[in-house]
């Protein structure tokens, strides 16, 4: 897929480590040539972030945290001053408060609901009001999801409501950007152990359980995300937009424990 991206300039949230979906994204746009930009989410992640934007050769346009909306009006005024013009921003985040993603989704306090949902959900819809104004050749914006938005999992509780909202969001974006040519669309991944999974109580089981019942028998990669975002955001789906995408092994058409495939 080497120069799929040629010639595009793109802002990718949310790398915490080498381990993050978004770094796998990255890595990915920039092999397929893409100009990149990176942001940080707290000075304690910055020095994890400088190198591996140094490896791609992208430019750290400084910290962002979503739930400080100062910050992100900064990152684009950076993005403005370095480019002048965007192409696609990638958001690959989400937070919700870790005792709330054990146990029962009817323990949510209102304070975590809101919280969670302006970081996992409103930020994506806040980006996309920042980047409308500089997409001004069409663009294309990301955002990540998993399987918890369309049925219950264990303790996935709030966070799985968040995502159900931030798919919803996905189509009604779509639907008002769409005339500028900005292509809204959302890759729902596979369970991939990350910082943020590593939240989720039982996440050791989830990978088994989905590496036993998944079509393919395995869990997905960080690179497998991050090819298909290269073709969300390429020219080769310029007829997409709207879509949720499943990059998951096959796990969501799965119905039932697969008994054949279970350990013996
Ligand atoms: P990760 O821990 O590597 O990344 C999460 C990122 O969110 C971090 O970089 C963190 O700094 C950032 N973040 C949290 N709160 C923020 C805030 N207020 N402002 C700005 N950034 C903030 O974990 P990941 O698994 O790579 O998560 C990336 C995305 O992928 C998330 O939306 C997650 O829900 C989604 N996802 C993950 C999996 C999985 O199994 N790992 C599966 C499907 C979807």
Redesign the pocket.
């Not at 942001?39 to 707290?42: G, L, N």
């Not at 690959?92 to 937070?95: H, P, R």
């Not at 729902?188 to 943020?196: E, Q, V, Y």
């Given at each position: 897929f080497a120069g799929l991206l040629k010639g595009k300039k793109g802002l990718i949230?949310?790398?915490?480590?080498n381990?993050?979906?978004?770094?796998g994204i990255a890595k990915a746009c920039a092999d397929a040539g893409a100009e990149l930009a990176l942001?940080?989410?707290?000075e304690a992640?910055e020095k994890r972030v400088r190198p591996l934007a140094a490896d791609i050769g992208a430019t750290v346009v400084g910290r962002?945290?979503?739930?400080e909306p100062e910050t992100m009006d900064a990152v684009f005024a950076e993005i403005e001053k370095l480019w002048g013009r965007l192409d696609f921003v990638v958001h690959?985040?989400?937070?919700s408060d870790k005792d709330q993603l054990d146990g029962r989704y009817v323990e949510t306090t209102l304070e975590n609901f809101q919280m969670s949902l302006n970081?996992?959900c409103y930020?994506f819809t806040a980006l996309a009001q920042r980047a409308e104004r500089l997409m001004t050749d069409g663009g294309s914006l990301l955002?990540?999801?998993?399987y918890g938005a369309e049925k219950w999992m264990p303790h996935y509780n709030v966070?799985g409501v968040a995502?159900a909202a931030l798919e919803a969001s996905v189509r009604y974006l779509a639907a008002d950007l769409g005339v500028k040519n900005i292509r809204v669309n959302a890759i729902?991944?596979?369970?991939?152990?990350?910082?943020?999974?590593s939240g989720i109580g039982d996440f050791r089981y989830i990978l088994r359980w989905n590496e036993y019942n998944s079509p393919l028998r395995r869990v997905v990669t960080?690179e497998e995300v991050g090819e298909t975002a290269v073709y969300l955001l390429s020219p080769m789906a310029r007829g997409v937009s709207g879509e949720v995408l499943h990059v998951d092994a096959g796990y969501h058409v799965v119905g039932m424990m697969n008994p054949a495939a279970a350990p013996k």
């Open positions: 949230l949310g790398v915490a480590n381990r993050s979906i978004a770094w942001t940080y989410q707290i992640l962002c945290d979503v739930s690959c985040l989400a937070y970081i996992s930020s955002t990540l999801t998993y966070m995502k729902s991944a596979g369970p991939i152990k990350t910082m943020a999974a960080i």
